[in-house]
């Protein structure tokens, strides 16, 4: 009985293969299988519990072991039980290249997720700094490095496997700049949010202006930017004509320069347009948020002496400015009154010259003219 049972085993085959070996192939690729899972999972408990004391390193290793694939652990136990077999040579060159590919999958998969780990945790701490996880830096840094990592994984695979990729490359290349020439005016908005993540020219809460256009950024897209503005509609503009565009940035104002001008008549006093630059002096250092910086009559302009005045206002809040130069102009008004100075008015003068008595056509016409005129 016994015989029969070692004959049935070692003298049945399956493909040209025992049954015996095939099942010997199995067991040792079941317990490769759960040998190498309790010694990922052992790994990981150690790194979790080193992670506690370590930092943010050893996090993110335990992490990316925890994204090892049981389908592909199987696959390379697998491949562990066929070298067991009694294969052909062709066969074993297959699963030799095999082996390679299954191994390049779970290393694509293990950097895969420490790309991920590692460019949200960048970003995390940057925050700060006006970054976030959805800013285009952030999706198009992922997006691009994920994009690189496996194109040189699916390349490896095929050059492994026998595949001649220098031809395929070639011709990646090709369909590559053909894609670029139909969808430049998309690239073009891509590659401007990405100048615009990493230059920083403003960020989300900025208030900007570009020609024409003010408002507070509200969003920076991969392909626009919106922006709120002061009349409460939202303006879609898109990235590459930001770049392009001068922009102004208010909200990296630290201190605002203010230049402003002021006429006095010519009647004023000679006395009084002196002491002039000393009012305006004084009037702008009674401001606790503004620091004097100079006052000049400048000139004789057609219908004024013009003066000049120039002050910083040390916080760049426009609402505060606006209250300084009222209480500004208030005080110039009182003391200005005070040494009789008048501030100077347009006006146009007409000089009337008186005609000569005349007789005659000449004199007809004239009052013709006069009549007309009234």
């Known amino acids: 009985m016994n015989d029969r049972i070692i004959a049935f085993f070692t003298e049945t085959t399956v493909f040209g293969i025992s049954i ?5 192939a199995l067991t040792v690729a079941t317990l490769v299988f759960l040998v190498a899972r309790a010694a990922i999972s052992f790994l990981m408990r150690r790194v979790r519990r080193w992670s506690e004391h370590e930092g943010p390193l050893s996090q993110i290793m335990a992490k990316v072991l925890s994204g090892t694939s049981n389908f592909l652990l199987l696959l390379a136990s697998l491949l562990v039980g066929l070298s067991m077999l009694d294969l052909p040579e062709r066969w074993l060159t297959r699963v030799s290249s095999l082996w390679f590919v299954v191994a390049a999958l779970q290393i694509g998969l293990w950097a895969n997720r420490a790309i991920g780990l590692g460019l949200s945790r960048y970003f995390a701490r940057h925050r700060t700094d006006g970054l976030n ?8 840094s992922a997006w691009g490095a994920r994009v690189l990592l496996w194109s040189v994984v699916v390349l490896a695979m095929l050059s492994n496997l026998g595949v001649n990729i220098t031809a395929f490359v070639a011709s990646l290349g090709v369909g590559g700049i053909a894609v670029a020439l139909a969808v430049q005016n998309i690239l073009g908005d891509l590659f401007a949010s990405l100048s615009i993540a990493v230059d920083k020219p403003f960020e989300i809460g900025d208030f900007i202006v570009i020609g024409p256009l003010a408002g507070t950024v509200e969003h920076v897209g991969l392909k626009t930017t919106r922006i709120r503005s002061l009349g409460g509609e939202q303006i879609v503009m898109a990235n590459a004509s930001m770049i392009s565009s001068t922009i102004q940035n208010y909200k990296r104002l630290q201190e605002r320069r203010i230049v402003f001008e002021f006429g006095l008549s010519y009647d004023t ?7 002039a630059p000393a009012i305006v002096e004084d009037a702008i250092k009674a401001q606790e948020q503004a620091r004097f910086d100079r006052a000049h009559l400048r000139g004789f302009g057609k219908e004024a002496l013009e003066f000049e005045c120039v002050y910083i206002v040390q916080d760049p809040g426009y609402n505060l400015y606006m209250d300084i130069q009222q209480a500004i102009n208030f005080r110039l008004l009182e003391r200005f009154s005070q040494i009789g100075a008048k501030f100077a008015v347009p006006v146009r003068a007409i000089k009337v010259t008186a005609l000569p008595e005349a007789s ?3 004199g007809q016409a004239r009052e013709g003219l006069s009549i007309r005129g009234a």
Do not use: I, R
Not at 20 to 24: D, E, F, P, Y
């Open 20 to 24: 015996l070996n095939l099942l010997v």
């Open 133 to 140: 996880q959805g800013s285009a830096l952030a999706t198009l």
């Open 269 to 275: 006093p000679t006395e009084a347009v002196k002491k």
């Open 360 to 362: 005659g056509l000449h």
